[in-house]
């Protein structure tokens, strides 16, 4: 939080420093006072946090993102807590009055921050114990995290502050998304709307089997009435921090399982190496009989049912594509209850052409294809015949 300035006469009195080569600094010519302030501490004249790099320190205690709540919301290290030392509207005012007057503002920050600080140790942090150490990030590592960090140090905690702050978070995700993906083989689950491709994942996953939810990550079924009932998408660095984090925790020398989307989920992009790697994935292509396909998408988006009015007003996206004959007769269907019809005329005219153009625009010429043709896709099913037949050809494609 506070730059610290040291007068020539204390900077004689300290003693030299020794640098990695053996050599002696001259501290008067060779570092600035804010380096000496930091050697100073590792030579315990004063107590303070240490820098790291890696935002997943495995040693800190738990991550605190001393952000304001809507940059938390936005994006943020996977399990941190949001401590923030300024709130919303605080930042706003100290940043308005930054360009008028830099050093009013400076004086609002530390009054501000010094207050918030006081109630979250009494609030937040007066539990815990002597051994506790918390790794704290702000947005660039600065003054808001430096802040809490010294006086936590002071306490006698063990801090760590991530150099950078989020900005190095962020350029780790980046990078873990460039490299990531090339390591894992895919095994990807297609097949049109309503066969139910989100529902054997998840059957996949309670097997123990390593799954990229996709749709799960976005809040979003990929389509134009896929959003979540009650639910809002994340942003795209939520995403890409979500998918990193899943990537990050697989074990290479076993496949992962997903399913096909186009490279956008909803109005979030899947990360362009990811998605290449999905393009030249092995795909396993799911047949299921149209009066099942129907069922899975009654049983899929039941507040549509329940919201005919805005489902309506979804269906006013696909206009420009069918034309107002044909969303008349989905309105007709909509306000007779005649559900089933509803959902197959969808399905036939929009929804399976929509999907054949999508493999086609997706796909490598020679990407490699598995048909399987599901009779039904009753629960009894699935656990006793389709699941194991899904991992045994999971097994034969990895060896």
């Known amino acids: 939080m506070f730059r610290t300035i040291l007068p020539s006469s204390r900077v004689k009195r300290c003693p030299p420093l020794v640098a990695p080569d053996g050599k002696t600094f001259d501290l008067l010519q060779k570092i600035s006072a804010q380096t000496l302030f930091w050697n100073m501490c590792r030579q315990k004249h004063y107590r303070l946090p240490q820098q790291t790099p890696d935002p997943f320190l495995p040693i800190a205690s738990e991550v605190l993102d001393v952000r304001t709540p809507a940059e938390f919301a936005e994006d943020h290290v996977p399990g941190a807590r949001n401590l923030p030392v300024l709130s ?10 930054y360009n008028e007057d830099r050093f009013a503002a400076r004086k609002l920050g530390a009054a501000l921050i010094s207050a918030n600080i006081g109630s979250m140790i009494q609030d937040d942090l007066i539990d815990k114990p002597k051994d506790y150490s918390p790794l704290v990030y702000c947005w660039r590592g600065g003054q808001r995290s430096g802040s809490l960090g010294i006086i936590l140090s002071q306490i006698g905690f063990k801090v760590y502050l991530l150099e950078g702050g989020y900005r190095t978070y962020r350029q780790t995700v980046a990078r873990d998304l460039q490299e990531l993906p ?52 994340p942003s795209q660095k939520a995403f890409e921090s979500s998918l990193r984090n899943s990537l990050a925790q697989f074990n290479p020398s076993r496949p992962v399982w997903l399913e096909s989307e186009s490279s956008k989920v909803g109005r979030l992009h899947i990360p362009a190496h990811l998605f290449e790697q999905m393009k030249a994935a092995h795909r396993i292509e799911l047949h299921v009989p149209m009066s099942w396909r129907i069922q899975q998408i009654l049983r899929d988006y039941p507040h549509l049912t ?94």
């Open 182 to 233: 090339a390591k894992f083989k895919f095994l990807m689950l297609s097949g049109m709307t309503g066969v139910g491709k989100t529902y054997l994942l998840h059957r996949l996953q309670e097997q123990g089997e390593q799954v990229l939810d996709l749709e799960g990550a976005a809040r979003h079924k990929g389509s134009i009435l896929g959003l979540w009932a009650g639910e809002t998408q």
């Open 306 to 399: 329940q919201d005919t009015a805005h489902l309506k007003e979804l269906l006013q996206n696909l206009r420009k594509f069918h034309g107002g004959k044909k969303l008349d007769s989905w309105f007709c269907f909509i306000d007779n209850g005649r559900w089933e019809e509803f959902v197959e005329s969808i399905l036939r005219e929009h929804y399976d052409p929509a999907y054949s153009k999508s493999v086609m625009r997706n796909s490598h010429g020679g990407l490699d294809v598995t048909t399987l043709q599901v009779d039904s896709m009753d629960g009894n099913y699935v656990q006793r015949t389709l699941l194991a037949e899904l991992l045994s050809l999971g097994n034969r494609l990895q060896s």
């Open 88 to 97: 919303n509207q605080e930042r706003v005012k100290v940043g308005t009055l």
